[in-house]
């Protein structure tokens, strides 16, 4: 449980609510699209598709963290 504000409610639970959905219905998605692609046997969009399915899982899943490493990357390329 987190902490209450000052209405005795913060939205941090409906906040995880709403993440837990999207990302199951992200990964319906993929399976579904993935199984299409491999089976009509186009190996480089199934790639492409998987390595974009990482990127937006990791921010579905894990937004501070890919937000530091978007950051790191762009500081390290743009200084």
Do not use: Q
Not at 14 to 24: D, E, Q, R, S, T
Not at 43 to 56: R, T
């Amino acid at each position: 449980m987190t902490p209450l504000d000052a209405t005795g409610l913060t939205g941090e639970d409906f906040k995880n609510w709403v993440l837990i959905i999207a990302g199951n219905v992200f990964i319906v998605i993929l399976v579904v699209r993935a199984v299409g692609y491999f089976a009509k046997r186009e190996w480089g969009e199934l790639i492409g598709h998987i390595l974009v399915a990482v990127l937006i899982a990791g921010f579905i899943y894990s937004t501070d963290t890919m937000l530091s490493l978007i950051k790191g990357v762009v500081h390290l390329i743009f200084g």
